[in-house]
């Protein structure tokens, strides 16, 4: 069994900047691979953000790329993601994703809204 409990959305002004953090509990012997977010804003479907494996490889959406920046901790099982550069169409329910052994598991979301 999986937990995966975030923090660190809010309201943020256009161009602003936001840090998400997410922690993993983890009862497995296995790691987590990958880690990272996904999004969801109104009407759509929940969309890739970025991911990183436990050996480093990164995966990021077009739409953020050199604006926002995903870390983790291996062995704290933390993921976190940088916002930077944020605009309107960033406004979504971010989740934090993680899978093992090809099972998923999610997190109950953070609300990230951008708006002047």
């Known amino acids: 069994q999986v937990q995966l409990v975030e923090s660190g959305g809010g309201l943020v002004q256009p161009g602003g900047s936001l840090r998400l953090s997410c922690t993993a509990s983890?009862?497995?012997?296995?790691?987590?691979?990958?880690m990272g977010w996904y999004r969801q804003a109104p009407g759509k479907q929940r969309e890739l953000v970025a991911t990183?494996?436990?050996?480093?490889?990164?995966n990021y959406a077009d739409s953020v790329k050199g604006r926002f920046t995903i870390s983790r901790d291996n062995a704290k099982n933390t993921v976190t993601l940088q916002m930077n550069s944020l605009n309107p169409e960033d406004t979504a329910v971010y989740y934090c994703?993680?899978?093992?052994?090809?099972?998923?598991?999610w997190g109950r979301g953070t609300q990230v809204t951008v708006s002047p």
């Open positions: 990183m494996t436990n050996g480093g490889r990164l």
């Open positions: 983890s009862g497995s012997r296995f790691p987590i691979n990958p």
């Open positions: 994703y993680g899978q093992i052994l090809g099972t998923q598991y």
